[in-house]
């Protein structure tokens, strides 16, 4: 199975990223995840279950550790459905 996880680090900066950021960031970049997007506002990856859940563990505790008071993320299943709502694999 193939996750995909999206995340943001608060409190913000609009001048410069802070560490939370760059500590988060950093995991997911060195984590082997592929198609990671890193973006001033969001952050996406994804990698198998294995590889992104130890990733979405790693990037909680060094933002927290780095600063960071919220850090929001959603996980979604990638390629469960096509566009038509069927089953990967149905007809």
Do not use: C, I, W, Y
């Amino acid at each position: 199975m193939r996750l995909r996880v999206e995340f943001t680090t608060e409190p913000f900066d609009l001048d410069e990223p802070p560490a939370h950021a760059l500590a988060a960031r950093d995991v997911v970049e060195g984590a082997g995840l592929d198609k990671v997007d890193v973006g001033p506002f969001g952050n996406t990856a994804e990698g198998g279950t294995d590889e992104v859940l130890d990733a979405v563990g790693a990037l909680l505790r060094e933002a927290l550790h780095n600063g960071a008071t919220r850090v929001s993320l959603q996980v979604n299943v990638v390629g469960a459905a096509d566009a038509d709502g069927a089953a990967e694999g149905e007809g």
